[in-house]
């Protein structure tokens, strides 16, 4: 048999079917059907765990994922898994699973000092405690977690596959008990597309977990097997089992995520271990059902205190007796559906305490009539038993509720099973925003009206308790959903069953112990962050009233399980506190995810490299080749710089740059963006959008704009060449191709829609390479038909001609302040032209440089890079750049040049930096100050944009942003580093550093 | 996740689209004859309505084109589609608070 407390037969385990696993390292036997919770309690083990602050012995709650204690550390490095709730755990086969709250040992647990320390832990220790310094929260946290165990994340990276999947339907149904089985019957039946979820491995809900309940005639257990085999044979119902509904989104968008193989214990390979299901559909029925409630008494929170409908499901769905003698503690009718069943099962129910003063209902007036002692107007008032209870107090409610009267009798058991109501799950419904009612019958939130469209709620989770109104309202809802998707509804009635709700009850929210609240006993209300009654107490006494403060000061609902078991018990106590309704008091807000979802399942696919698509250029292979060393620049791959027998980047740099000014450099330019812009009204809207003038330049000339955005600040820049009459081609800077296609398309389709214009993007049609330096012309006239004559071709001009035989277009522009062609052939070419060029280059010298070696020449020349000496706040002015900007005509952006604040003259202003010490190279980034002072803060003017050894000019140069800095030219200036250096500097005359007369370009 | 009915390419899953802000806020004809606060207003300055509101959409990754959708920003719910340079559609706002 698995485990003594096993039952010889029943229930939903395979009796036949022996696994073993090891909980902190012994082994023991489940069975196939077990959880990891029930395998553990067939072995007598409540004990799992200690409390998060007080380390205080804990013990398995529940049956399911409201769980609070009993938190699993799962498996071995890699596939090793924190925080999972043994009442979720499927058991496999050499399962191997660790207790993670308690440290070093379950057993021995130094943590539990913190129980005597308890007075120094209240409500709001992390704020009161941990405020200050920052560095002493450091010390504490690490310590505090390592105490608290929270669960080891496993060292190595993940070894299993995620998938993700899309998928469309009429109809979700969330849930499969009896409620969510009749609503994809009756919409399935109708001919619906339907997807049912259900986190389970077993369709059915609360049926599995009760005995007796009958349907049309039938056991439930026929009837949900024969309602599983018409889902299975409904061509357009699919049933997703093990997969969890985690979020609800706008528009009926779902999360939902399927495990496919954890319950497996040999996975096979072609399958993901979780799937990430994104769902969207027109009509959703919450079947979700709901959750018991515990009652707050004295020490609740001793190991063999469970929910009542957890000891149900373990005796009945999993065979086993959760204790051999137990107490009942109820203020409703359902406690004594575990009184019975437990005492059908052969556990000896020593009393059921009902804290209602004439306990009734169909389930009492049974347990009546079988001899159970019930103790009507009375509450448990003491726990006793550290590792696991021995012993319960029992004591008469006064009339209020508030106090005990008379002598405690003492009932030894080791079960106590506590019912204290039902909290429907409406977590999905709130995550969609729907707002939610107080029924005092029930004593239970209930969903109200729905924000969105096409939600409706169905059975318990909707406050229908009877099994007969889930039935009939499943089938009604499922019915409704079809119809809304335009399906006729087929004839079929919804299935019979009694009707046995849980009612009266006697809410009582907190129940009074032996001693004042918080002397000697704890009363918990969330027991996985251990919040008690009198913590919440404190609060309101320390002024919180809005539940989502009081929530935050204490942590109450705050830990992994989000407070699925407390939440509505906190309420109710803060309610009796602050003397208010319970629905005044309000509820706090449902987030996703409803339970913790793995992060692989965000991942899936998307790792290595599939995380982001790369581009490359039709050259790319050459550069390999080439020894180059690439960087990233948005989603392409640049060839950065090319190292030669071991150089390193220092020396393989200063070769490139100085290759370029002695004879001659190319350069794989094809990242930037190209966008051919077409139509009669090509020239206006240039105009319109750059910042200088346009209507007059002539086909095949070439002009740099400055592109700002409505703000008045630098958006881009680039060069223009007029193709041909109504044909411009537009560059881009590499990073901002696709932002300035859109700046272009939004003003084209909104603002301006009488022009006639038309973009394109063409950046990856072409194959760009740039030609720099003296030998440029030579070379090019080598290989290419075209007149490169001065005369013919001048700087700034354009030619369409054939290099290498293809044709291709030349611009003379620069960026490097040498002798430049811009060579753009059609991108499948790419490759053979650059290898014709660098092939018959050899004669000159040619030498490929990269992204760095650009940088330094530009740098030289006083050439700006968007992005870097820009950030968004910038002007052309700030830039010195106001010969780029018209005076006559408006364009985006002019006005916003004009406001009063752009003209401060402390604006931050780019200029150029020289190091006094030439050899020093500023950090790029580099904060500037006027003074030093011995330590930050101290007043900071600016930062250091780009900064580079030039080989051409013998020295370090820098360009910078910096406070009024066009008026500073020749003070000297700071860089205080991080590592304590402190770099000084003098503000240049000017940013162009090198042949500033521009000899060269001619 | 919104789901977006593009005029041109039919319902679409939000992520394909980019918003471009509150619609119906035409560009100056004569920025230079505004004050700096009315400039302001323009470029800075939107009303951020809990209720109906008018929102400029792109479906900028699928036909690039742009066009004027009226939602409620508490329900989400999209109440009308319609092109760039329509008026809005006749709706009543108080029914949207
Ligand atoms: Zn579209």
Redesign the interface.
């Known amino acids: 048999m698995a485990g003594r407390m096993r039952l010889p037969q029943g229930g939903f385990v395979a009796h036949d079917e022996l696994l073993t696993f090891t909980f902190n390292g012994k082994t023991y036997k489940g069975l196939a059907g077990d959880t990891l919770a029930s395998a553990l309690l067939a072995n007598g083990i409540h004990m799992v765990g200690r409390s998060f602050k007080y380390h205080r012995p804990r013990g398995i709650v529940s049956a399911g994922g409201e769980e609070p204690n009993a938190l699993m550390q799962v498996g071995d490095d890699p596939r090793s898994e924190p925080n999972l709730k043994a009442t979720q755990v499927e058991l496999v086969d050499g399962l191997k699973a660790k207790s993670q709250n308690a440290w070093p040992s379950l057993e021995f647990d130094v943590g539990a000092l913190n129980g005597l320390a308890s007075r120094f832990l209240p409500a709001g220790f992390y704020y009161k405690t941990f405020m200050w310094p920052a560095s002493a929260w450091m010390t504490y946290e690490h310590f505090i977690r390592r105490a608290a165990g929270l669960g080891v994340s496993p060292r190595q990276r993940d070894p299993d596959r995620y998938d993700k999947t899309f998928a469309h339907c009429d109809v979700l149904v969330v849930g499969g008990g009896p409620a969510g089985l009749a609503a994809a019957l009756s919409a399935g039946r109708a001919g619906a597309r339907v997807i049912l979820a259900e986190q389970d491995h077993l369709l059915g809900g609360a049926l599995l977990n009760t005995q007796g309940e009958v349907i049309d005639g039938q056991p439930a257990r026929d009837w949900i097997a024969a309602a599983e085999a018409e889902l299975a044979a409904l061509p357009e119902v699919r049933v997703l089992k093990r997969t969890i509904c985690y979020a609800a989104?706008?528009?009926?968008?779902f999360g939902l995520v399927e495990s496919v193989t954890d319950h497996l214990p040999r996975p096979p390979e072609n399958l993901p271990r979780k799937r990430l299901w994104k769902l969207?559909t027109k009509q959703v029925v919450y079947c979700a059902g709901a959750i018991e409630r515990p009652l707050v008494f004295a020490d609740n929170d001793r190991p063999g205190v469970m929910t009542a409908s957890a000891v149900q499901s373990y005796v009945n769905r999993y065979a086993l007796r959760p204790g051999r003698r137990a107490v009942v503690f109820t203020n409703n009718d359902s406690g004594y559906g575990a009184a019975l069943d437990m005492k059908a099962a052969g556990i000896e129910v020593a009393a059921v305490v009902d804290a209602r003063q004439v306990p009734a209902g169909p389930l009492t007036e049974r347990a009546t009539a079988l001899g159970l002692r019930i103790l009507g107007g009375f509450a448990i008032v003491a726990v006793e038993g550290a590792r696991r209870v021995k012993r319960v107090r029992v004591a008469e409610l006064s009339l209020d509720g508030k106090t005990v009267t008379g002598v405690p009798e003492a009932i030894d058991c080791d079960l106590v099973a506590s019912s204290g109501g039902w909290n429907p799950t409406v977590h999905l419904f709130c995550q969609a925003?729907g707002k939610l009612r107080w029924d005092d019958e029930h004593a239970c939130f209930l969903p109200d009206a729905a924000?969105?469209?096409g939600q409706q709620s169905a059975g318990a989770a909707n406050g229908r308790f009877g099994l007969g109104s889930c039935l009939r309202e499943g089938t009604e809802a499922g019915a409704a959903a079809a119809a809304a998707c335009g399906f006729a509804p087929s004839d079929t009635a919804a299935s019979q069953a009694e009707d046995r709700d849980f009612l009266p009850g006697r809410w009582i929210w907190l129940v009074p112990g032996e001693h004042p609240l918080g002397h000697k006993a704890k009363h918990f209300v969330d027991q996985q962050n251990d919040v008690t009654a009198a913590d919440l107490k404190l609060a309101l006494r320390e002024g919180y009233r809005s539940i989502e403060h009081v929530k935050r000061y204490t942590t109450t609902g705050m830990a992994t399980d989000q407070g699925k078991m407390g939440n509505v018990n906190a309420i109710g106590i803060v309610a009796d506190e602050v003397g208010g309704h319970l629905p005044e008091v309000g509820v706090t807000t449902f987030r996703p995810p409803y339970t913790p979802v793995t992060f692989g399942v965000f991942a899936g696919r998307d790792v290595d490299n599939l995380l982001d698509p790369v581009r490359r250029t039709p050259m790319h292979a050459w550069h390999e080749r080439n020894g180059a060393l690439f960087e990233d620049v948005g989603q392409w791959r640049r060839a950065w710089y090319y190292p030669q027998h071991g150089e390193d980047m220092h020396a393989a740099v200063n070769r490139e740059v100085k290759a370029v000014r002695d004879s001659l450099g190319i350069l794989d330019a094809t990242t930037l963006g190209k966008i051919d812009i077409q139509g009669p009204d090509a020239a206006e809207f240039l105009n319109r959008v750059y910042t200088n003038a346009w209507l007059k330049l002539g086909i095949g000339r070439c002009r740099y704009g400055l592109m700002l955005k409505?703000?008045g600040m630098v958006m881009d820049d680039g060069v223009t060449t007029r193709l041909g009459e109504k044909h411009y081609l537009m560059t881009t800077t590499t990073g901002n191709a696709a932002a300035v296609l859109?700046h272009l398309?939004?003003y084209l389709?909104?603002?301006w829609?009488d022009l006639q214009v038309y973009l394109t993007s063409v950046t990856e049609q072409f194959a760009t390479m740039t030609l720099s330096g003296p030998s440029a012309r030579r070379l090019l006239a080598d290989v290419s038909d075209a007149d490169l004559s001065p005369e013919a071709l001048p700087h700034m001009a354009y030619t369409a001609a054939k290099v290498a035989g293809v044709p291709a277009r030349i611009f003379r522009i620069s960026f490097t302040g040498e002798l430049s062609y811009e060579i753009n052939v059609p991108a499948s070419f790419g490759m053979a032209v650059w290898q014709t060029l660098t092939t018959a280059g050899e004669r000159y010298g040619i030498t490929p440089y990269g992204t760095e070696a650009m940088h330094v020449l530009r740098a030289e020349k006083g050439y700006i890079i968007v992005g870097q000496e820009t950030d968004g706040s910038v002007t052309p002015h700030d830039l010195g750049m106001d010969w780029a900007v018209s005076k006559t005509k408006?364009f985006v952006g002019?006005?916003?040049l004009?406001?009063?604040d752009m003209a401060r003259p402390d604006r931050k202003q780019l200029v150029g930096l020289l190091t006094k010490d030439p050899k020093e190279v500023l950090p790029e980034g580099a904060q500037l100050v006027e003074k030093v002072l011995p330590q930050p803060p101290m007043p900071m003017l600016g930062h250091v944009t780009s900064s580079y050894h030039s080989p051409n000019c013998g020295r370090s140069i820098a360009m910078a942003l910096v406070k009024g800095g066009l008026a500073r030219k020749g003070e000297t200036l700071f860089a205080p580093l991080g590592d304590g250096r402190t770099i000084a500097c003098v503000v240049a005359d000017t940013c162009v550093f090198f042949d500033p007369e521009g000899e060269r370009l001619k | 996740?919104?789901?977006i009915a593009c005029p041109h390419c039919g319902p679409r899953?939000?992520s394909e689209f980019?918003c471009?802000g509150e619609a119906h806020i035409?560009?100056?004809k004569?920025?230079?004859s505004?004050s700096?606060a009315e400039?302001?207003e323009?470029?800075?300055l939107r009303d951020n309505i809990k209720g109906l509101v008018f929102e400029?959409w792109?479906h900028?990754h699928g036909c690039?084109?742009?066009f004027n959708a009226a939602r409620d920003s508490?329900?989400?719910?999209i109440l009308a589609i319609y092109p760039?340079?329509s008026p809005p559609p006749a709706l009543d706002p108080r029914r949207y608070v």
């Open positions: 989104f706008d528009h009926n968008f969207r925003k924000m969105q469209t409505e703000d859109g398309e939004d389709q909104t603002e829609p408006d002019r006005r916003s004009s406001r009063e | 996740m919104l789901l899953a939000e980019h471009g035409e560009r100056p004569d920025p230079a505004l700096d400039w302001a323009f470029v800075f400029r792109n900028a690039r084109r742009w508490v329900t989400y719910e760039m340079g």
